[in-house]
């Protein structure tokens, strides 16, 4: 990838979205709706089975459409089990964890793109080789460690060895967009008399707005979907989170369909609407015009 | 600026990773770690002669290599389309990231029901249209198609995953590159193929090399489904890590599985590394 | 560079740690055996139910009568629960005390992190009012020390589709496990999507396998304490368990818990082998469609044959800093109005005390009544042995489900789960 070759996208007021030739709304349209029917198929029949009243759900007869659609699956859930808690530790948990990862990995990132140092390759390397090994095999000594620091059954504990495991990948792929954006804007800023630290809030922080929104996207659905680690390292409902909540339905000789599909449904409403606020993150950076500062 | 990324990622990283090294080459057992004790090669040495040792060295490979290929390519096809412009953009936006967001455990059971053989929605669908005669298929219990069902459901979680960092990167690409493309006379394949392509570069290398990386270690999914069956076909190399760790109680062997896997890895890697260097990435 | 050599310095220091924090040992049992008041115990088990409250009842109960406090950890389902006790051993944070299956103990006995209970619980005034029966569940069969008390106890025997049978003209359970074969021949009706028996060849599923296999004739231990699960009987048995595969309903080869108990309500499975706790799932989805009865064994008659049930057994940890006030707790849960709760709660279970298991709503239940009278001739169950685990949860499965699909042979099977048994590899 060579940044000499891009040209100046100080220049480049598009509009925010490029518009590709070739891509005309017909087969788009039907293109995302085989997608749509594809993705909310499942999701359909879970919320199906969630308004399936306990007596429906138990019949020999396999109905697709409850006869007597009721919600009392949800009252049920909100009542007797804990698992509203559950969402919300799950919610403190990974936007802390996403508010630590894009910092740090935003710094790593523009240091290990724009500054030459020893030892730098041998830093993005070793990055990479931490992901190599199986979570399961680091449980015991993760354990331990938490343990030692007072940090079982603690949201703080999970905290910190989420943004572990979600920082590789978040440093590497600030490093590549920040490697995207050309220096020359920068040193433009620098001669116009901005300090190093404003040229970072107002040009890089803008321009690698989609780099943020990708890294923060992954680092908030690891740590909302991580199971093991949740599960060995919290007791009390204080701590677990959304996964672990989940999986206590399922019990030795009683699935509880109703919990675990009303479950699925409360848990995947926060998670979307989330996620149509931070696609607007997704639209280039340049958009916003901050460039020009 | 690099050290807080590097100081929680080696205290929460690469700490445990040197235990779990060491723990390979001892006959650990965690309900009595004081008798642990040092035994060189030898879990390596027992793992290697064992069949299911060699089964899971193959679906890995075929279970790691099929599920980025597909995610990867079927994912750059949804990123180009949510790219696009066209109504109702951000609610769609949202909605194909749900998969993504799903806990394995939910997806897990939600497949589990629509595949049963016997109830399960999707052989309905297939008796109803016709498809399906005779004995209903049993999706995860079939020696072949257990493995390619697994699959197919991790490919289907993963496509979003693979479409938003995608769809992130192609943000980079300036729109006059592709005007001037355009006013050249190319074509939108010529475009995305000359144009495009070589500027989303860096970000789909990483983005794959640490999906390879996920999907090889990944196992939630089969340990639910079909916990390795029937007759190891679904076994992976991670799963089996784990089975001989906690089920057989062999610590050392399962951590064995897990340094030879992490080996493996480390070698594509390396080769993924001199793919960046000759492309100046890193 | 200096990253790397860092690395390299923090390994001794790490494995120094993990020495130290070797939680397990029985040496120095740490009770005071006087006051154990105000103490408060960790105490871990399963639930089957999440919204069941029994267990925390019976806790707020005992700490009324003892004044010990006892902090319940219900999080983790079965199939990992084992796991995080592992990994809480292992990291020095394990509770005082803890819920066991007869699967789990005999690998936690060799590895000496269960407290050794024997004369504590022979000296207990409670200990007569428990079955007699139960303490073979708890005891190492070569040592003869207690381990646990005895406390949620489940038999297996078959739950079978009443109307089906009738429909087929099949008029009663067959007794012997050559007539079972022919009469699943009898109800196998592919056509009307309708199969036999659902053998349960998923997780979990070699409890049904040894359960048919101990009615067959099969032993795991001799009166010494060797394994003999390598027998002709064993054999025998399992060859007829794999022909019934032919007739099973399609998938069953993965099928585990959830599976066998919707073909069976949906009528795709004609018999299922469980315990008490399918019971009343079942019981409320078919009614009176639903018939329990003994497995069928090799002679057919239940006086000559051993019947396997499962124990959800209560121990102490040995490094436990309140171990009395633990052993005091898994004993109340032991006791006849604790038993009683238990056995009504949720799923049920067959209560452990003489007289808990002779009120009339337990012996008038059918489910528990042919529990009973299971239990009623010899018992068995997974023996405790350091290889069970092994056995159960790692070795039978894809050498089961391979001998289904001709991967292996039937034989191949006995000789390694016997195997692991004897070796826990």
């Known amino acids: 990838m060579t940044t000499s070759t891009a040209p100046m996208r100080v220049e480049a007021q598009a509009p925010a979205v490029p518009r590709r030739s070739g891509m005309r709304w017909r087969p788009i349209y039907l293109l995302i709706l085989a997608w749509i029917v594809g993705v909310l198929g499942p999701y359909i029949w879970m919320a199906i089975t969630s308004v399936t009243p306990l007596s429906e759900l138990h019949a020999t007869q396999t109905t697709i459409i409850p006869s007597n659609p009721s919600f ?53 390397y070793a990055i990479l080789l931490l992901q190599l090994f199986p979570s399961i095999l680091l449980l015991v000594p993760l354990y331990i460690e938490l343990k030692n620091l007072h940090l079982l059954d603690n949201l703080v504990g999970l905290i910190l060895v989420y943004s572990a495991f979600s920082m590789s990948f978040s440093t590497w792929l600030m490093k590549g967009f920040v490697d995207q954006i050309p220096g020359e804007i920068e040193e433009a800023a620098l001669i116009d008399g901005c300090s190093k630290f404003q040229s970072f809030v107002y040009i890089m922080l803008p321009l690698s707005k989609p780099g943020i929104a990708a890294a923060g996207t992954y680092a908030f659905i690891y740590s909302w979907n991580e199971f093991i680690f949740a599960l060995t390292f919290t007791s009390s409902n204080t701590a677990k989170t959304v996964p672990v909540g989940l999986s206590q339905f399922i019990g030795e000789n009683i699935i509880r369909w109703d919990f675990l599909t009303s479950g699925g449904v409360i848990a995947a409403i926060p998670i979307l609407i989330g996620f149509m606020f931070a696609q607007r993150g997704l639209i280039a950076g340049l958009a916003s015009g901050a460039v020009k500062g | 600026m690099l050290s807080p990324a590097l100081v929680i990622l080696a205290g929460f990283i690469l700490y445990p990773a040197v235990n779990a090294i060491y723990v390979s080459l001892t006959d650990t057992n965690l309900l009595n770690l004081s008798a642990q004790q040092f035994v060189g090669l030898d879990n390596f040495i027992y793992m290697f002669g064992r069949q299911d040792f060699r089964d899971s060295l193959r679906n890995s490979a075929v279970w790691t290599f099929g599920n980025v290929t597909f995610q990867l390519v079927i994912g750059m096809i949804g990123a180009l389309i949510l790219n696009a412009r066209f109504r109702g953009r951000g609610l769609i936006r949202g909605v194909v990231l749900l998969p993504w967001a799903t806990p394995s455990v939910l997806v897990a059971l939600m497949w589990l029901w629509i595949l049963d053989p016997n109830l399960g929605l999707l052989n309905h669908l297939l008796r109803a249209v016709g498809l399906e005669q005779g004995k209903p298929i049993a999706w995860l219990a079939d020696q072949h198609l257990a493995l390619p069902t697994l699959m197919a459901i991790d490919i289907w979680q993963g496509i979003p995953f693979f479409a938003v960092m995608i769809l992130a990167a192609l943000q980079g690409v300036p729109t006059e590159l592709l005007e001037s493309a355009k006013v050249d006379g190319a074509n939108a394949w010529q ?56 089920k057989g109680g062999d610590f050392g062997g399962g951590a064995a599985l897990g340094v030879v896997q992490a080996v493996l890895l480390a070698v594509l890697v390396a080769f993924y590394m001199r793919q960046v260097r000759r492309s100046e990435i890193a | 560079m200096k990253f790397r050599k860092g690395a390299l310095a923090v390994a001794p220091v790490l494995i120094a740690t993990l020495a130290a924090c070797s939680g397990a040992s029985d040496a120095g049992s740490g009770s005071s055996g006087g006051d154990v008041k105000g103490t408060t115990i960790n105490y871990w088990y ?26 319940i950890d219900d999080s983790v389902a079965q199939p990992k629960f084992y796991d995080k006790l592992v990994n809480a051993v292992a990291a020095g944070n394990a509770p005082d005390a803890t819920q066991l299956d007869t699967n789990m103990m005999g690998k936690l006995i060799n590895s000496h992190v269960l407290a050794d209970l024997t004369s504590e619980t022979k000296s207990w005034k409670g200990y007569d009012s428990v079955l007699p029966t139960m303490w073979p569940y708890v ?72 359960a048919f296999l101990v009615a067959g004739g099969a032993k795991f231990l001799d009166d010494q304490g060797n394994v003999v699960f390598d027998s002709p009987e064993a054999r025998k048995s399992n060859d007829i368990y794999l022909k ?73 940890l040995g490094a436990s800093k309140h171990k009395e006030a633990a052993r005091q707790w898994v004993q109340f849960l032991a006791s006849n109005d604790a038993q009683v709760a238990i056995a009504k709660s949720t799923n049920g279970y067959v209560p452990v005390t003489k007289e808990a298991a002779a009120l009339p709503e337990f012996t008038q239940n059918p489910n528990i009544a042919i529990s009973l009278e299971a239990a009623k001739h010899s018992v068995t169950s997974w023996p405790l042995l350091p290889g069970t685990t092994a056995a159960t949860t790692k070795t039978w499965q894809p050498l089961f489900q391979g001998a289904v699909q001709g991967k292996n042979t039937g034989d191949q099977v006995i000789t390694a789960v016997a195997e692991s048994l004897k070796t826990g590899r």
């Open chain 1, 72 to 124: 009392r699956a949800y009252g049920r859930l909100i009542t007797q089990t804990g698992f509203l808690r559950n969402i919300a530790n799950s919610a403190i948990v990974a936007v802390t964890v996403v508010v630590i990862v894009v910092f740090c990995s935003l710094l790593a990132g523009t240091a290990l793109s724009r500054y030459r140092f020893r030892g730098r390759r041998a830093v993005l």
């Open chain 2, 191 to 246: 475009t995305y193929w000359r144009v495009v392509l070589p500027l989303i570069m860096p970000t789909v290398l990483i983005t794959v090399i640490l999906r390879l990386i996920w999907t090889a270690n990944y196992f939630d999914l089969i340990l639910v489904l079909t916990n390795g069956g029937p007759a190891n076909a679904t076994l992976t190399l991670p799963l089996n890590s784990y089975i001989t760790s906690y």
């Open chain 3, 46 to 71: 399963w639930k089957d139910d999440t919204t069941d409250q029994t267990m925390n009842q019976l806790a707020a109960k005992f700490e009324a009568q003892t004044g010990i406090k006892v902090k």
């Open chain 3, 139 to 210: 005891t190492d069969s070569k040592t003869k020390k207690i381990y646990a008390v005895p406390n949620k106890f489940l038999m297996f025997y078959a739950y079978y589709r009443k109307d089906i049978f009738a429909a087929d003209g099949v008029t009663s359970f067959p007794k012997t496990q050559a007539e079972f074969l022919d009469t699943l021949k009898k109800l196998y009706k592919p056509k009307k999507n309708q199969y036999a028996f659902d053998f349960r060849g998923g997780p979990n599923g070699q409890d049904q396998w040894a």
């Open chain 3, 244 to 316: 019934t595969a032919q007739y099973a309903p399609p998938g069953a080869v993965n099928d585990g818990f959830a599976q066998i108990i919707a073909n069976l309500q949906s009528g795709a499975a004609s018999v299922i082998i469980n315990h008490l706790g399918a019971a009343k799932t079942l019981d409320k989805a078919l009614g009176n469609k639903v018939g329990v009865a003994l497995i069928p064994s090799a002679t057919g008659d239940p006086a000559q044959t051993t019947y396997m049930g499962t124990m959800n057994a209560e121990a102490v």
